[in-house]
């Protein structure tokens, strides 16, 4: 049971796929999550897909949307501003609110990589995210960068990118393009776990605004709320030490769960631990259906 959706972010027009369960019944307002995907990726990925499935499976409406400037939505293509994608984040949960099928009182955000560290901001400033679940995510784009471009010659490379593409937009007024491989480097034997038409080529500044982007200096105020931390412990992509201190920021309830038997693209892969972690965090703290009292 799906829809495709189109809602406004500003004065953007945003794409989604909104997912029903199958045992949906006219009338019932359904607790909701919206699925935000990885770095210029869509809402085709995997780990949207299969994401939405798995919800909607435990009797979830869920979102799956295409971030701006990616998939089909409008927006500088290849411009991911960080910030502009809370904005869009929150478009979307407002969008969902006015949805029939939808409890208004009830959303969550499950983000994976890029989509993880916007999902744990957006439930840092909007306490309409009752529930957070971040895959792989990071909390300051400085650190993760310095993880992901280790040694001296490596930081100079990237810097020197960053500080060109500053020189390159005063210059010419244009925005410098560059490999996404050179801003998140990601090993080849991963690679396969793109999407397909994810974006091969971003702005500097979309490298600018990650580098800016601390999710660690609001995540303590996701708090009554839930959040759920997963993280590899041999993640090849993000740096596992990003969860870690999300976590030790983060008040309570939050749970920070390690796998080490998946790599970066969990949410990508048939795994059982990963989904019955996830489902039982779910029981626990943001149920698909109300509990009987006893």
């Known amino acids: 049971m799906q829809e495709e959706v189109t809602f406004k972010s500003g004065d953007l027009n ?5 997912t029903i369960p199958d045992d949906y019944k006219a009338g019932e307002k359904r607790p909701a999550f919206l699925i935000l995907h990885g770095f210029g990726s869509n809402r085709t990925a995997g780990n949207v897909v299969l994401q939405s ?3 909607s499976d435990l009797g979830y409406v869920t979102l799956g949307f295409d971030m701006r400037g990616c998939g089909e939505s409008d927006g500088k293509r290849a411009n991911l501003i960080c910030l502009e994608q809370v904005e869009d984040t929150r478009a979307a949960m407002t969008y969902m609110q006015s949805r029939p099928e939808v409890d208004a009182d009830r959303l969550g955000l499950l983000g994976s990589s890029f989509g993880a560290a916007v999902a744990v901001y957006t439930g840092g400033v909007d306490a309409r995210a009752r ?4 895959s792989g995510g990071w909390g300051d784009g400085e650190r993760k960068f310095r993880g992901q471009h280790p040694g001296e010659e490596n930081w100079k490379k990237f810097t020197d990118m960053l500080a060109r593409g500053k020189k390159h937009r005063e210059e010419t007024g244009e925005s410098l393009m560059v ?6 480097p990601i090993p080849q034997h991963l690679r396969h776990n793109l999407a397909q038409k994810s974006i091969e080529q971003f702005t500097a500044e979309t490298a600018q605004s990650m580098y800016d982007f601390r999710a660690d200096d609001v ?3 996701i708090a009554p709320n839930a959040l759920l931390l997963l993280h590899s412990s041999i993640d090849s992509v993000t740096p596992t030490e990003q969860s870690v201190e999300m976590f030790k920021r983060a ?3 939050t749970d920070l769960h390690l ?3 998946t790599d970066h693209f969990m949410f990508a892969e048939d795994n059982t631990r990963v989904r019955t972690v996830v489902k039982d965090w ?7 259906k109300a509990k009987t009292p006893a």
């Open 53 to 55: 499935k798995f919800l």
């Open 259 to 261: 796998f080490a038997e």
């Open 14 to 18: 945003i794409k989604g796929t909104v």
């Open 251 to 253: 008040g309570k309830p």
């Open 131 to 134: 529930a957070v679940i971040s």
């Open 179 to 184: 490999d996404r491989y050179d801003i998140v």
């Open 282 to 288: 779910l029981d626990m703290y943001f149920p698909a």
């Open 219 to 221: 995540v303590g105020n």
